[in-house]
């Protein structure tokens, strides 16, 4: 089985100025292109060879398999998130809503307690707002490909704090990033992750 990489969900321009185009063209088009070749380069010949994309992550040990495998999923699930800042649903409703209230008792102290996450992972890696196993809402920090999914939590959000991802908009200053960074999350494809 091939891996594909998936088409951005909106033109490279669109995000701009909280993502540059620039900035997406690396990201997207050398970065998450690079993991899914050297995934692809990777998995012939082993038990990986015909899995989904999602098993591999679940189900390959630690090292160069898994990292690129979840690294693929992670930059998907980031890309995905995202719509031009006019067209993003800026607050969530309803049940989503409700969730996060009862766990962080505010929408606004959840960005608090969220883009405090994103900007302390020491080095590489991801913040996550997560569906841990008794159905509460948690935000979790994770180290260069750590994924959600090898700890049966189900992601909702994604704040990819790798300095590819911010490093040509706003150089050393992350916390700028996931400052920008709202203004493009989609709240309505959040809904849907926490709705399946
Ligand atoms: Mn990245």
Sequence with gaps: M???LPSLPFMATDLAPVLSESSLGFHHG??????????????????????????IVKKAPAGPIFNNAAQV??????????????QAKKRPEGALLQAIEKQFESFEKFVEEFSSAAATVFGSG???????????????KESNAGCP????????????????????????????YIKAFWDIVDWAVVEERFAE
């Design 30 to 55: 050398k970065h998450h292109q690079a993991y899914v070749n050297n995934l692809n380069n990777l998995i012939p010949g082993t038990e990986f060879e015909n899995m989904s994309l999602t098993d």
């Design 149 to 176: 999914l090898t700890q049966d939590q189900k992601p909702l959000l994604t704040c990819d704090v790798w300095e590819h991802a911010y490093y040509l908009d706003y150089q050393n200053r992350r916390p700028d």
């Design 73 to 86: 999923f992670n930059h998907t699930f980031y890309f995905y998130q995202f719509k031009p800042s006019g």
């Design 2 to 4: 091939t891996h594909q």
């Design 126 to 140: 991801w913040a996550w707002l997560v569906v841990e196993k008794d159905g509460s809402l948690a935000i979790t």
